[in-house]
């Protein structure tokens, strides 16, 4: 556990005139901290939602937390790391990024070193490190009527056929971190081009991504807020998108490749890429510049996850080794544990913690220590397992499921044996090329092209 010092806290009324509507259930105008002892998670009123500061379960004690002694809720300054605290029954946890080099004050407005403000112009609560104000909330670039909502998904899914989003090959898929905003690309085994859709309605009504044009995709992903989205055109750019989807930009740095794979941090600002036929392709401006990463290589095909912030990767190399990069693709580990084998899909937890591999007879393996050690989640080998993307894992890793047709494979219990159980959607879809998990575990979308890659649908599930 990390301690500080307890600084003076002062809550402004926002650094601009503009104003907000109150929250409810609790009620409490804009900027207002509450701490939520049923997801032990400090949350602030952002003028319409209630907003997650941290992980929401992250703890499951009352308090209080030690070094230094505080009740759950309690906000503190730490003065060694330069970051707010608060406890959450358990364990003191950071609001921010630490920056251990700030020991000024900051400006406009000016404040001490842990003075908080609350943004009118952002939304945002926001500290003085000591030499800049630094955003608080985790999730509080997710838009209004997209909060992250955590479940256990104990008594089970329900599933649906999203007959709105129309037929497709869905091999590509990605949802923002509350699962408001969702897109699904295409890749027909014919080499045609179509056209992508998107819905930013939690799935109900879908439009078709005509502004990105009709192609042969190689990838997609999404930043949590659901506004920042990357799509690989198989043989051309990456494309990047600020507004959701409306309009698009093709970030020719990133080189025409052979495109197999995205990934993204939750604030959109780091991308990676795997290309089908050689390496990995990092970017730390929203696509803008990207670097090649030589470390990691594959003449076939994979596929790549990433944690929130972007500095945990994980690869699964058709034909190859799984990886695991813990700087951003700087340097990478083979994870020989684990053989050689046709690894189509991967995902990552929010910290990169909880890792889920599966390859295409069906098996998957997961890690709860970052790849350290792996255990086999489900020994299940008949069907047609998963070939693409066929794996999700929600925000705390205690959410998996991956495709193993005719069925869908799901643990809530973080993968512990004995645990796997079948998901079986209505319509008899038969493969699962791409699978996506809202953060908090209780949305979840599985995209089905038949065999043969002739179109199919959409399935929803949500936990009861």
Not at 3 to 30: D, H, K, R, Y
Not at 308 to 314: A, H, K, T, V
Not at 333 to 354: I, K, R
Not at 395 to 402: L, R, T
């Amino acid at each position: 556990m990390r301690g500080g010092m307890i600084a003076v806290l002062v809550l402004m009324t926002g650094l601009a005139g503009q104003a907000f509507a109150a929250c409810t259930n609790p009620s409490g105008a804009a900027g207002k901290l509450v701490y939520s002892t049923n997801y032990k998670v400090l949350q602030l009123c952002d003028g319409t939602n209630w907003i997650n500061q941290g992980k929401s379960n992250a703890g499951g004690g009352t308090g209080p937390c030690s070094n230094p002694t505080g009740p759950a809720g309690k906000v503190i300054y730490n003065t060694t790391n330069n970051v707010m605290m608060y406890c959450n029954g358990d364990n003191w946890i950071n609001m921010g990024a630490a920056n251990p080099g700030a020991t000024g004050d900051c400006t406009n407005p000016p404040a001490k070193r842990g003075q908080m403000v609350f943004s009118t112009t952002t939304n945002r609560l926001q500290y003085c490190n000591g030499t800049a104000w630094t955003n608080a909330a985790k999730w509080s670039a997710v838009p209004s009527g997209d909060p992250v909502v955590t479940t256990d998904c104990t008594n089970g899914v329900t599933w649906s056929q999203v007959t709105a989003a129309g037929l497709g090959v869905w091999y590509y898929m990605a949802i923002s971190a509350g699962g408001k905003y969702v897109i699904a690309l295409p890749r027909r085994g014919d080499g045609t081009d179509d056209y992508g859709v998107i819905s930013a309605d939690n799935g109900v009504t879908w439009v078709s991504t005509t502004s990105l044009g009709a192609h042969l995709f190689g990838g997609v992903a999404m930043s949590a807020d659901g506004q920042k989205v990357a799509a690989a055109v198989e043989g051309s750019y990456i494309y990047t998108s600020t507004n959701g989807g409306s309009s698009w930009t093709a970030q020719t740095n990133s080189g025409a490749r052979s495109w197999a794979s995205l990934a993204s941090s939750s604030d959109g600002t780091k991308l990676a890429a795997l290309a089908a036929s050689g390496y990995v392709y990092t970017s730390t401006d929203s696509g803008v510049t990207w670097t090649q990463r030589t470390g990691v290589s594959t003449s076939s095909g994979g596929s790549i996850a990433s944690s929130s912030d972007g500095s945990r990767l994980i690869v699964g190399i058709n034909g190859g080794y799984v990886y695991i990069s813990t700087d951003g693709g700087a340097n990478w580990t083979q994870q020989t544990s684990l053989g050689t084998g046709a690894w189509g899909a991967v995902a990552s937890n929010d910290n990169g913690q909880t890792l889920l591999a599966a390859y295409n007879l069906g098996q998957a393996f997961f890690s709860s220590n970052g790849g350290t050690t792996w255990t086999i989640g489900d020994a299940d080998t008949g069907g047609f397992g998963v070939d693409g993307g066929g794996v999700a894992v929600s925000a705390n890793g205690k959410i998996m499921i991956f495709s193993n047709s005719p069925d869908i494979r799901m643990s809530v219990s973080s993968g512990a044996s004995g645990t796997w159980t079948n998901e079986t959607p209505p319509g008899s879809p038969l493969k699962y090329k791409s699978m996506v998990m809202a953060a908090g575990g209780n949305v979840m979308y599985a995209g089905d092209p038949t065999p043969g890659n002739s179109p199919g649908y959409i399935y929803k599930g949500v936990c009861n």
